[in-house]
T-cell receptor
Framework: ETGVTQTPRHLVMGMTNKKSLKCEQH?????MYWYKQSAKKPLELMFV???????ENNSVPSRFSPECPNSSHLFLHLHTLQPEDSALYLC??????????FGPGTRLTVL | TQLLEQSPQFLSIQEGENLTVYCNSS?????LQWYRQEPGEGPVLLVT?????EVKKLKRLTFQFGDARKDSSLHITAAQPGDTGLYLC???????????FGQGTILTVHP
């Protein structure tokens, strides 16, 4: 695998479910990001991790819980989501202060 | 909140036509990036413009950064069906970890 990979690519979940999104980067970068892309809205930065430490939480509701066990892996744990949380969730990675490389995203549908 | 207004939101043209996409803000950015996103994929960086008044060319694509570093434009000459996609501008302030994205322009080029 090369670049930034995300699994699953598609996810349908009920509001009472708990699920996790996974992101892995094979670029040797030390910063990782979660973004939310909704229809008709700009891409929204959710979380930033630098060297496994969270450096940005953009007022994201607590039903989204990120985890970064090492510089190559990033998770987004989901629980008790709302239908309005349905969106494309994108992961990105970069070397500090450099170009961000995006994964293909997870298309999430909350029923 | 720094906003980036991108226009037009939708553009449907015939192969061979020229087009321009605009990205405007009331805020100053240290640099501005343009991305292209295809269905089922994450955004891919096309160019970063850094200096006020800077013009960069990438084959048939010409990118310009305004003198005051508040606005930018993307011009495509002789558009081709392969140019179809979502074009996003993103303003950079300070660290590359914080990007402010425009709403995007969905471009469709018909053969």
């Amino acid at each position: 695998e090369t670049g930034v990979t995300q699994t699953p690519r598609h996810l349908v979940m009920g509001m009472t479910n708990k699920k996790s999104l996974k992101c892995e980067q094979h670029l040797g970068h030390n910063a990782m990001y979660w973004y939310k892309q909704s229809a008709k809205k700009p891409l929204e930065l959710m979380f930033v991790y630098n060297f496994k430490e969270q450096t940005e939480n953009n007022s994201v509701p607590s039903r989204f819980s990120p985890e970064c066990p090492n510089s190559s892996h990033l998770f987004l744990h989901l629980h008790t989501l709302q239908p309005e949380d349905s969106a494309l969730y994108l992961c990105a990675s970069s070397q500090m202060n450099n170009e961000q490389f995006f994964g293909p995203g997870t298309r999430l549908t909350v029923l | 909140t720094q906003l980036l207004e991108q226009s037009p939101q939708f553009l449907s043209i015939q192969e061979g036509e020229n087009l321009t996409v605009y990205c405007n803000s009331s805020s100053v950015f240290s640099s501005l990036q343009w991305y292209r996103q295809e269905p089922g994929e994450g955004p891919v960086l096309l160019v970063t413009v850094v200096t006020g008044g800077e013009v960069k060319k990438l084959k048939r694509l010409t990118f310009q950064f305004g003198d005051a570093r508040k606005d930018s434009s993307l011009h495509i000459t002789a558009a081709q069906p392969g140019d179809t996609g979502l074009y996003l501008c993103a303003g950079v302030r300070g660290s590359y970890g914080k990007l402010t994205f425009g709403q995007g322009t969905i471009l469709t080029v018909h053969p």
